[in-house]
Structure formats: C-alpha cells, structure tokens
C-alpha cells in the first residue's frame, strides 16, 4: 500500500505525514482500532470532566467519537498544518467547541500541570522510530511536564519492542505507574487474510506527587483483565512479544492449513506465570479423507507421558492425527509443578480459547471433542528437585507410563521434553501388586512403598548396549570362568551400570561420571549401590581416557560411550562432539582388550554430521554392527578392531551368542532381567 511508510524512520517525519494525508484525503486512518474497540479502557481511566491533550489527533475519528459521548474538553494537536485545517473545516459546523491545533508536540506551548490526561493514537510509535528515539523522549517529557499529579498519558500503540521500550524506561525513571493493556482480538470464522494481525495494546502511565521508589509494573490482557505485576521492565517486554508472537500465530492458524508446521505455544498461569499447558497444532494432509464433521479435536497428553515419541517428535505427532482422523488436532502437554483436577477440569479451563486454533473455514458454534487416553490425566509425583552445577534444575518424579507400570524418571529441566534416565518402579510388597491398585483412580501409590526394579532396562538402546556383550563370547562353556571389564562413561539414573554388576556373571564395572549431584541422585532415587565391583570415578571422561592411557591401562573387555551433549545447538545429541574425534578414538582402542568391542550409543539427527562420525570411527573400528531404536533417533554401535568381512561372518552366530548370554544373564539371580538378547541382535546391520 503506497500510504504505508516505506522504512520505520518515515513514521518520525513531518513530510512523510504531509504525503500521507494529502494522499489520504477524507478517509480516516484507523490502524489502531476504532472507538468501539477503544472504549472501554478509555473510559476507564479519562473522565468526562477530564482537560484532555490529544497527541499528534491526524485525521482520526476517535476524538469527534469521545467529543459526542460527552468529552468536552479535548484539545487536539497535531504537527501537520493540512490535517488541522482539515480536521476544523470538518468540525466546524457539527462541533464548533472541538478545536484542533498546529502544535509540534516536542515544544509545546501549554503551561505547567494544565492538563488531567494526554491520549496518543499511534504518535509515540511514529515518534519513536527515529534513530536513538531522541523525538520521543522529547514528545515525552513534553506530556509529562503538563499533565497534572494523578494525571495520565493513555497511549494506544501497537508496542514494538523498542517502541514500548523507551516509554516504559522513561517513565520508571520518573517514578510513574506502568500498566499495559492488551486488547483481546475478536474470533471469527470467516477471517480476512489481509486483515492486520498484531494486537493492539494500551499504555497507561500515572503520575505522582513523588516518585514511587519500586517500578509498578502491571499487565492486563483485555480492557477488564486482572492487572498482573511484573517486576522488571524485561519481563513486561516478554509479555508483549508472547502476545504478539500468540496474534501471528492465531492468524496463520486461522487462515490456512500446514502439516508440516507442527506450531506450538505454551500457556501460563495467569497468577504464577509459570507454563502451565504446551499446544502443538497437528494438521492433516490435504489428501486425507477425513470425515465431513470431524474438523477439529483437541488431544491431552496423558502426564508422564509427554516425552514418548508419539507426543513428542514430529513424526509421532503425524501418526497420532492420521489415527484420530481429524482435519486439525491439537496435542495438548501439562507441565510439572502444575495441579489438574481432572479431565472436565482441563476441558473447561482449555475450552474459552481453543477456538482460536480451529482451522480455517470451521463454524463458530461447532462443537470440539476433547480426545485422551482411557479418559485419565495420568499420573505424575515429583519426589526430589535440585540444582546441578553442570546440568542445571533437575527433578526427579514418579509417572504411571500408558501401559500401567509405575516407572521414575530424572529429567533435566533446561530440556524438560528428554528424559535423562527411567526405571520401572514395583511395590515393596510384590512386583505386580500396584497394577491392581492403579487401577482404582481413587487412591494413587506413594513413593514410600515403591522400590527401583534392577532387572528391567527401561531404555532400548540400553538393551541393545547389554545384548552388544554377547560378541565377548560371554556365556559359552570356555568362557565361564573367564572375568568381564567395562568401563561405562556416563552414568545417568545409574541404570545401564546396575544392570551390568547384577546379572553380568564375573562382571567388573568403571563408571566415569562428570556430575557429582548426578551420582547422588542415583544413589538415593535410582537404586545405584557401588562396590568392590562397580565403582564409580567422578570426573571429566575425556581425562579419565586419557589417564588410563598414559598409565597404560587397565585394558577393558568392553567400553561404552552413553554419555548426552549439553549443547542444544549441534545436531548431535549424544555424544559430545569431542568423544568421537580421531585422537581420543584411537585411545579408546588402546585401552581395549584383543577381543574387545567399543560400544557407541549415537544419537544425530543431522545427516551429514552422522556420515563424518561413521568415517572417523570407521578409521580406527574397521568393523562396525549398527542397531537402530524403533521411534527413536538412536542408535547403537559396536565396533571392533577387525576388518570389515570379519564383522559380516559375525552376523549370523550373533543370535546363538546372544542365546549364551541370555542364559549367563540368568543363571543364579533370584529374578530374571526383563531383556531377550537374541531378539535384538536379529536385526543388526552392519555399519
């Protein structure tokens, strides 16, 4: 649109206005909303009888609008000499009282406290996008000199970031009350793609006699929402970009379809401001036959269940609405620390705004079926919490998984959709007396009377890192008596290392572990008990390596890599880039036995990276089996020194090694590993 400026600085310039409303011409410009959307916050905070500076009026409707509901008191300027002549040519009949003024808001030439309210229709962000905002301030310090004690400016402003910015410092500074509202978009079915999309906020700072010595900061969403108090300006400044991000994506969400987006937004609670519900929009493909009346549904994620694939990956997310057959489906997660009643209770808190999200074209009144599991909200205790110098928060919870079983986790909260470690959870009493119990939702189990089941590998790729064992020959007649070294960097919940101590016969475990409080954890939460047999270095792996290798051992019949990447931003998860570079390669091969396996749990989703790490494995482990985790990015090496047709013979004696190991696993423990070796090394490929 030609009238539109063509950078932000044009907004700040008297000639650009000169243009516009030349161009303009009788039409009023009502980006920001009219009256009626106005006037209820308006009213609440400019009285009648209040003496009213209008700031930079332009051609708009707004002040004859308030001049007719009883606003007798309006003086009007502006800095363009054609809009006051306009602006009083078309008062002056209908009006004549409603005056309006060629005034430069910078300079004005009114005294000192002469006014109860100043009312600024879009003219700070016009003013404010001048280069250091020097205009703006000016313009400000302007209103604040001739507004009276109690007095108020009433800025309508659409708040980008800088805008709201400055005004907000600026008036903190004097000691002002800062409250901002933001006026609520009406929903509609039928939206116009062409319809301007950010919210519309007003500003509202109060003078007073003295500065308050604490900033007031408050936010309110619509003209009658509970004020909510901020601390900082930053955190106002944040509230603002969630609405605004919120208002593009309402827009697009409402206006067209994508099933490769997958858009999500976080809801807070209104009084904490803590997340409280994560919303994931799940289209259909345009292709998919979908029932003429299921347009639209909502699904909530079962609590402890959010990490699973089906929730948490893209790919699961597809396969979920494929299943429920809606053209939309919105997958709904509940945070920790957050309490739900109940399913009718989520439903009628859920319910007011999910109408934001239906798909384009869905009538209003059509009615959204609330989608779940069985009909429950799940299970979820958090049971610790803590701080980690190297991991940061954490906590430790009990959940009931979707298959019944009580199961603990630890998750670290700077990336609370992973789960770091799990184990599955009996009764004290027996090992299924708490299915039945679980069953009835009026009595839910608690953590005094449930202990950690050693046996059972929560994990796949831990499975398949065990069943890896059995190229060590474990298990076979000549082997029997023949003691086990491996050397575990990475300890987690403690599980994988447990696992082998307990039912590996002639086992000797090493963990390398970098976090002390992790150690703790396993300890207290995760039933991790070391001994003469499994021990525990805490320590850096990188330098554990690189001791043992100038000590010249000891060697390790089996090494294992299970350790994460605290770096988000590499499209390589686990493990850190460094564990797989050349030099520390070659170590690991020194310190490994004839016979020996190294064992790599890979996790990386960028393609090329995996190629690059498969080579430099490749360079020093010749022969390389690769096990893929069903519904998960992982994967399990095993490599060895061998060359590359020595690791095809293998193959196909893997499945009766992994029949030997089975039975040492069993041999002469009181209760079985919930584990089938033979099964998983079926379909090992070779890398």
């Not at 004839?594 to 482990?621: H, T, W």
Request: aromatic share 6%.
């Amino acid at each position: 649109m030609s009238l539109l400026p063509r950078t932000a600085e044009e907004f700040s310039s008297a000639e650009y206005w000169e243009r516009f409303f030349k161009k303009r011409g009788e039409k009023s410009f009502e980006w920001y909303g009219d009256y009626n959307k106005l006037c209820g916050v308006l009213h609440k905070y400019i009285k009648m009888q209040d003496k009213v500076l209008v700031v930079g009026c332009g051609t708009s409707e707004l002040s004859e609008q308030l001049h007719d509901v009883g606003y007798k008191y309006l003086t009007n300027i502006d800095i363009s000499e054609t809009v006051v002549s306009h602006m009083n040519q078309r008062n002056a009949e209908r009006r004549p009282d409603l005056k309006f003024q060629q005034v430069d808001a910078t300079q004005m030439p009114y005294q000192d406290a002469c006014y109860q309210a100043a009312l600024d229709k879009g003219t700070l962000d016009a003013m404010a996008s001048e280069e250091g905002g020097q205009l703006a301030r000016n313009m400000l310090t302007e209103v604040g000199r001739v507004l009276s004690v109690g007095g108020r400016y009433v800025c309508i402003t659409l708040a980008q970031e800088s805008v709201i910015r400055l005004a907000v410092e600026h008036f903190v500074q004097l000691g002002w009350a800062v409250r901002l509202h933001c006026l609520q978009e009406e929903t509609s079915a039928e939206e116009d793609g062409d319809s301007f999309v950010l919210p519309v906020f007003i500003l509202i700072c109060t003078k007073f006699r003295q500065p308050m010595p604490t900033p007031i900061l408050e936010f309110c969403l619509g003209e009658d929402g509970t004020p909510n108090r901020l601390a900082l300006a930053a955190d106002l400044l944040a509230t603002v970009r969630e609405r605004q991000a919120y208002s593009v994506l309402r827009k697009r969400l409402r206006t067209r379809t994508d099933v490769d987006a997958g858009a999500s937004l976080t809801l807070c609670h209104a009084k904490t401001g803590l997340p409280r519900y994560t919303l994931t929009v799940q289209d259909s493909p345009p292709t998919a036959k979908v029932p003429r009346f299921n347009q639209f549904a909502i699904f909530i994620v079962p609590q402890g269940s959010e990490t699973a694939w089906l929730y948490s990956s893209s790919e699961g997310r597809r396969q979920l609405a494929a299943s429920a057959n809606f053209r939309r489906l919105v997958i709904v997660a509940m945070h920790r620390n957050q309490e739900y009643a109940d399913m009718q209770a989520v439903q009628s808190e859920l319910s007011p705004m999910v109408m934001d999200l239906a798909p384009p074209g869905m009538p209003d009144n059509q009615q959204v079926p609330f989608l779940s599991v069985g009909g429950d909200l799940g299970w979820r205790e958090e049971v610790s919490r803590g701080v980690s110098e190297h991991s940061g928060e954490y906590c430790v919870e009990n959940v009931r998984g979707e298959d019944g079983e009580l199961y603990r986790r630890l998750v670290f909260l700077s990336n609370a959709a992973l789960v770091q470690s799990e184990s599955r959870l009996v009764s004290s009493n027996s090992t299924s007396s708490h299915k039945k119990k679980n069953k009835k939702k009026t009595k839910q189990p608690s953590s005094t009377s449930l202990s950690v089941h050693s046996g059972f590998l929560c994990c796949a790729h831990h499975e398949v890192m065990v069943a890896g064992l059995a190229m060590l020959g474990i298990g076979k007649e000549k082997n029997k008596d023949v003691p086990v070294s491996v050397l575990v960097v990475g300890l987690g919940g403690g599980g994988l290392p447990q696992f082998l101590r307990d039912f590996v016969p002639g086992v000797s475990v090493e963990v390398v572990e970098l976090d002390p409080v992790v150690l703790e954890v396993a300890k207290e939460w995760f039933h991790f008990r070391p001994d003469d047999q499994l021990t525990v270095t805490l320590g850096d792996g990188l330098q554990r390596i690189r001791a043992l290798e100038e000590e010249g051992g000891p060697l390790f019949d089996a090494i294992m890599f299970d350790v994460d990447n605290k770096d988000s931003t590499v499209g390589m998860s686990c493990p850190p880039a460094a564990f797989v570079e050349n030099s520390i390669l070659h170590k690991v091969s020194s310190l490994l036995t004839p016979q020996g396996i190294f064992i790599l749990n890979l996790v990386c989703r960028d393609s090329a990276l995996r190629k690059d790490v498969l080579e430099r494995v490749s360079g020093v482990f010749p022969a390389i089996l690769s096990r893929k985790i069903d519904g998960e990015v992982n994967e399990v090496l095993l490599c060895r020194r061998e060359g590359k047709g020595k690791s095809e013979s293998v193959l196909p004696s893997l499945t009766q090694a992994g029949r030997d190991l089975q039975r040492a696993l069993r041999s002469g423990v009181t209760h079985s590993p919930k584990i089938d070796i033979a099964e998983l090394l079926k379909d090992m490929k070779v890398a």
